[in-house]
């Protein structure tokens, strides 16, 4: 069983920054991508950023220069550093986990991003 939490979201002036943050706990997994996704009501979701075991990173274009993907395989966490943050990206962020073998597809509860002046 792979369990995800994410934590770092919150209130911020645009302009600002905040780090979000996404464990990962259960069984070791050797092969897998993380996603951070985001999606605004009434609006589609999207994929913001992702990264793999190996560090193999893609961004989306709204993000690029802005953010940064990274992550610590012994704690098994993911972080996503967002810089100069816009009102456009006001959303719920999403931690997704693909495991490739045993294959799996497991989603965190979100954490609510909210730029505003």
């Known amino acids: 069983q792979v369990r995800l939490v994410e934590s770092g979201g919150g209130l911020v002036q645009p302009g600002g920054s905040l780090n979000l943050t996404c464990t990962q706990s259960?069984?070791?997994?050797?092969?897998?991508?993380t996603f951070w996704y985001r999606q605004a009501p009434g609006k589609q979701r999207e994929m913001v950023a992702s990264i793999t075991t190996s560090s193999i990173i893609d961004y989306a274009g709204a993000v690029q220069g802005r953010f940064t993907v990274s992550r610590n395989n012994d704690k098994n966490t993911v972080y996503l550093q967002m810089n100069d943050l816009k009102p456009e990206d006001t959303a719920v962020y999403f931690c997704?986990?693909?495991?490739?073998?045993?294959?799996?597809?497991?989603w965190g509860q979100g954490t609510q991003v909210t730029v505003s002046s």
């Open positions: 259960g069984s070791l997994i050797r092969s897998s991508t």
């Open positions: 997704n986990l693909k495991v490739y073998w045993p294959s799996g597809d497991y």
